[in-house]
């Protein structure tokens, strides 16, 4: 059957570099690769069963006596072990793959179609209850056998204040259901497939962003939606209409394909040169490159622990202002003189929103220039209120639309959630008058406040008014504060990670360890996410997430938009002040929060935090009990 993918969904379709044109590599017995290069196209003239110089998977299921083609004897030369553990390791390739495809822990069926299949032929599957091989299965078109059935989708942020939780998603899942059918499905074969829940962060009113899925059979009788239409239509509307979906498709390509940070929001597709370092010039400045906002975009989300937002928005924001002619400059702390006024900036908001509004990257610029108007002093310099995740970004932005420099320092050497938690109030530096700007040209000043909580709940809300996603700066700093009470050189440090994680992904050797190695930190979990629970309570996205590893040992964290504690087996293992975070095990790519999902193969790593925040002062705006942890 035909159909037409514009107007039919696909329920889910992934891809992986695992076919039979595969190459495959023996030269270390230790360390097997299958893919993803591959011989494509020109498998019957470059593997080895045909008469080729290729070792392909195909030869290794021939030699496996998996499957009967060309010529065996071309593959009798090579060792058994080796061909079982290559065999082997096509197999866990698949077994991960299906295993994150699941939506839950239960055993499921596998149906195998396709001439790649026969790589896997009597084979049993890691989480598969049955696998099927159907006949004729080795000239079935695999793509056609994902769309066979077509989907329909609601994707929407709903404030729950009058409803239920549950009533809420009920109708939320009849109105995929309904979207389903009108895509062509068989209403009676119509199923919930998948319930995505993700509390907007930092937003009060249970605003809830849901992505609901259903799928269901196609109705072949009936033709799909687009060609119904298209019998009554003219040719001049069926053309704009054409015109009108390769525009929107045009767009969409644009933007990353999966906001999940653990794969594509920090660059991946981005080539960089690991051998490059920063450009300092003769007067000890840092020119930053689009190379260097590359790897700090890494680092950014590294020291984010699961919250902060994610940095590639703000990484692209930075990188177009630098293409059109601006500078990003950074000076050490230790270049500020004396009567330097500096002013800090960050975003205040929900990372969520802010992957989904576009920003005009004039909220931190603006929020510095009503407070610059109030106080009546320019900023000779600006530093970041937190490193972590897009804040670490957005204070560069600024510094270059300001023209004015970058320190190396920040406010709290990690991200937090609430603004209180800033090292500079902690010892002693008031935070008002501060301001916020948002990207309508709104602006406002807070002059005086009870407490520095009370900034935080005005700050909240009225970041809310302005849209879910506000500049915020506080009172200029004095050089005191930011020699003696900032944690320094962080805009390095974040540097120096995400080159640490480039370089080992180029060297093909672990990424964690590379962070480990240079944060001194620690990993206390190797395995993959088996629960998410996510709820809105307090304007914050609380939850936890259960991950287990090989042993089945199972590991719990808490978060508050950022990890807040971990525990093995109930026993606390890790607690703010430092750093938790999830980190996607093949890539070292940090991993937010809001972007978990079951099935994630992920390693927990615990960092250590600024000193600052140990002593017991620091301890008891950010320390478990901060968070209601009286135990820990």
């Not at 992934?14 to 023996?26: A, D, E, H, Q, Y």
């Not at 009567?339 to 960050?346: G, H, P």
């Not at 700007?437 to 709940?457: C, M, Q």
Request: hydrophobic share 40%.
């Amino acid at each position: 059957a035909v159909v037409s993918t514009q107007s039919t969904g696909m329920p889910n379709v992934t891809s992986v570099g695992l076919g039979g044109g595969s190459l495959v590599n023996l030269s270390n017995p230790n360390n097997i690769t299958v893919g993803p290069l591959s011989t494509g196209y020109k498998l019957i003239q470059e593997a080895l069963v045909f008469g080729g110089k290729t070792l392909t998977a195909s030869d290794i299921a021939v030699a496996a006596g998996l499957v009967e083609m060309g010529e065996k004897r071309n593959v009798e030369h090579l060792s058994p072990e080796l061909v079982e553990k290559a065999v082997q390791k096509m197999v866990e390739i698949l077994e991960s793959e299906l295993d994150f495809a699941k939506q839950t822990q239960e055993l499921k069926p596998c149906l195998f179609v396709g001439g790649g299949s026969v790589l896997f032929h009597g084979k049993k599957l890691k989480g598969v209850s049955e696998v099927i091989f159907p006949p004729h299965f080795s000239v079935a078109n695999a793509i056609g056998s994902a769309i066979a059935q077509c989907s329909g989708e609601v994707n929407k942020i709903v404030a729950i204040t009058n409803e239920t939780r549950e009533e809420v998603i009920a109708k939320l899942k009849q109105e995929a259901k309904t979207n389903a059918v009108n895509f062509g499905a068989i209403e009676s074969t119509v199923e919930i497939v998948e319930v995505e829940e993700m509390p907007l962060a930092y937003i009060p009113g249970g605003l809830t962003h849901f992505i609901i899925k259903a799928v269901g059979d196609l109705d072949v009788s009936k033709g799909t939606p687009l060609t119904q239409n298209k019998e009554n239509s003219s040719p001049s509307t069926i053309k704009q209409e054409s015109a009108q979906q390769n525009a929107q498709k045009n767009v969409a390509h644009e933007k990353p394909a999966d906001h999940k940070i653990s794969e594509k929001t920090v660059g991946e597709s981005d080539i960089v040169d690991i051998s490059s370092l920063p450009f300092i010039d003769e007067d000890d400045v840092w020119i930053v490159s689009e190379e260097d906002l590359e790897f700090m975009s890494i680092g950014a989300g590294m020291l984010g622990a699961g919250g902060g937002g994610s940095p590639y928005y703000s990484k692209v924001r930075a990188r177009n202002s630098l293409r059109e002619g601006r500078k990003i400059t950074i000076i050490p702390p230790s270049k500020l003189k004396e009567s330097d006024i500096v002013f800090s900036t960050a975003q205040i908001g929900a990372p969520t929103v802010m992957i989904e509004k576009v920003q005009s990257g004039m909220e931190c610029p603006e929020s510095i220039y009503a407070l610059e108007k109030y106080v009546g002093k320019k900023a000779s310099a600006i530093i970041s209120a937190e490193i972590g995740g897009l804040n670490s970004i957005e204070p560069m932005l600024a510094a270059s639309i300001c023209g004015v420099p970058l320190v190396d320092a920040d406010g709290m050497g990690r991200a937090f959630p609430e603004v209180q938690m800033v090292i500079w109030h902690i010892y002693g530096h008031t935070l008002v008058p501060s301001s916020m700007a948002d990207e309508k040209g709104n602006s406002i000043i807070l002059s005086n406040v009870h407490t520095p909580k009370w900034l935080e709940k005005l700050m909240r809300g009225t970041s809310v008014a302005m849209g879910c996603a506000a500049g915020l700066s506080f009172c200029p700093l004095t050089l005191d504060k930011v020699l003696n009470f900032s944690p320094q050189h962080t805009l390095s440090k974040i540097w120096r990670i995400g080159h640490a994680v480039k370089s080992a992904q180029k060297l093909k050797q672990d990424p964690i360890q590379a962070i480990l190695k240079y944060l001194n930190g620690t990993l206390i979990c190797v395995g993959k996410i088996i629960q998410v629970d996510r709820w809105t309570e307090g304007g914050f996205a609380r939850g936890k997430f259960l991950a287990e590893d090989v042993s089945k040992t199972v590991y719990k964290i808490d978060f508050q938009n950022e990890n807040i504690v971990a525990f093995k087996d109930n026993n606390v293992v890790a607690s703010v002040p430092d750093v938790i975070q999830c980190v996607a095990t093949e890539s070292g790519y940090p991993i937010t929060t809001e972007e978990l999902k079951y099935g994630m193969k992920i390693s927990i790593v615990v960092l250590p935090c600024h000193p600052l925040y140990k002593t017991e002062k620091g301890l008891k705006v950010v320390g478990p009990k901060a968070f209601g942890y009286s135990h820990v």
